[in-house]
C-alpha cells in the first residue's frame, strides 16, 4: 500500500479535528504536496531547526508538529527570516509539515489525557468542556489510585515529564493529601478559576505566572475557602507525551505502511536553571 501524505492527514484529523481548533489558530498543512508519497513520519512539539534536522536524519517525508509554524499573519516567506528560512529548507529536503494545535487540546484524546496519563492519572472528563457532558474541551480531570501527600504528587510529575531546566515546581502545603487533579497541557492559568471550581486537589500545568499563581494561593488562605495546590512545569514538556498519542494514532491507520517516530530533541527554550541558595524564600531573606 503506497501512503501519500494525505493519508496521514486523514488519520490525525479524524483524531483531532480541524472544527475543534480555536479561531485565532492556524492548523492543518503547512508545507508539502498532499499526493507525496510518506515512508517515515517524525513527531515534535516545536517545528523548529532541531526538530527539521532530526526529520532529515530519519529520513521522515512529513513532520507533524503541535506548535503552529506560521500563527500570525504571513506575508513572506523568505530564506533569510528563521521561519522562512526553515519553510525552504524542508521543500528542498521534501519533507512537508502539519500541525495540530487547538483540535488537538480540544480533541476526545488529546494533549491534556497524554499529559494525564504520563503522571499516572485516570481521566475522569474535561476541564472545560465545550458544553454540558460532552468529551471534548481544554483540560482534564482525573484521580491518582490512592491519595498522597502534595510534596510526593510533585515529585511524581517530574518523574513522569522529560526533565527541562525550568524544572517543576509546586505551591500548596507539602502534606496536603492529593487524589483529584486537573491537568492543562500548555499555557494554563487562564484556567485557575476553572480548576478551583471543578473542587479538585491540585492543578498541572505551565507557564503559570506570578500574580495569577500568588493571587489564587492567597485565596486559599481565607478561613473555609478550598483551591487547588498549583503544579508548574515547562510548556513543552507538558506537550511532548502528545507527541507519542499522535504517533501511535497514525501508526494503527496506517499499519506496517509508515514508520513513526518520536522527537528526541528538546526544543523547551530555556537550557540554564540556577537554584536559589534560600531554601524557604516565602518565609525569610536572612
Known amino acids: 500500500m503506497t501512503v501519500r501524505v494525505q493519508d496521514v492527514v486523514a488519520a490525525m484529523e479524524a483524531a ?26 517524525l513527531f515534535c512539539v516545536d517545528p523548529v531547526e532541531a526538530t527539521v534536522d532530526e526529520a532529515a536524519d530519519f529520513g521522515a517525508q512529513l513532520l507533524i508538529s ?20 526553515l519553510v525552504h529548507r524542508m521543500i528542498r529536503a521534501g519533507i512537508g509539515l502539519y500541525c495540530a494545535h487547538t483540535n488537538a487540546d480540544s480533541a476526545e484524546l488529546g494533549v491534556s489525557d497524554a499529559l494525564a496519563a504520563a503522571i499516572g492519572l485516570t481521566v475522569t472528563g474535561p476541564l472545560d468542556p465545550h458544553s454540558e457532558g460532552a468529551r471534548t474541551g481544554l483540560g482534564r480531570i482525573g484521580v491518582l489510585p490512592e491519595p498522597e501527600p502534595f510534596e510526593r504528587f510533585v515529585q511524581r510529575v517530574a518523574a513522569g515529564l522529560p526533565t527541562t531546566a525550568w524544572g517543576v515546581r509546586g505551591a500548596g502545603d507539602p502534606q496536603r493529601p492529593i ?39 492567597a485565596r486559599g488562605e481565607v478561613p473555609g475557602a478550598r483551591v487547588p495546590a498549583l503544579v508548574d512545569v515547562a510548556h513543552w514538556a507538558s506537550e511532548w507525551p502528545w507527541c507519542q498519542q499522535a504517533a501511535d494514532i497514525v501508526a494503527a491507520a496506517l499499519p506496517d505502511t509508515v514508520e ?19 531554601s524557604d524564600p516565602g518565609r525569610t531573606l536572612a
Open 16 to 41: 483531532y479535528p480541524p472544527e475543534l481548533a480555536e479561531s485565532w489558530d492556524a492548523v492543518g498543512l503547512v508545507c508539502g504536496d498532499p499526493q507525496a508519497i510518506v515512508q517515515r513520519v
Open 260 to 278: 513513526v517516530l518520536v522527537s528526541t530533541r528538546r526544543t523547551d527554550p530555556w537550557t540554564a536553571h540556577v537554584a536559589g541558595a534560600v
Open 179 to 217: 487524589r483529584t487533579v486537573a491537568v492543562c497541557g500548555g499555557a494554563g492559568d487562564s484556567r485557575l478559576d476553572t480548576a478551583t471550581a471543578a473542587g479538585v486537589d491540585a492543578y498541572v500545568t505551565a507557564d503559570l505566572r506570578h500574580h495569577p499563581a500568588g493571587e489564587h494561593i
Open 66 to 85: 503541535h506548535h503552529p509554524l506560521l500563527l500570525r499573519g504571513v506575508h513572506g516567506v523568505p530564506a533569510d527570516d528563521p521561519k522562512g528560512r
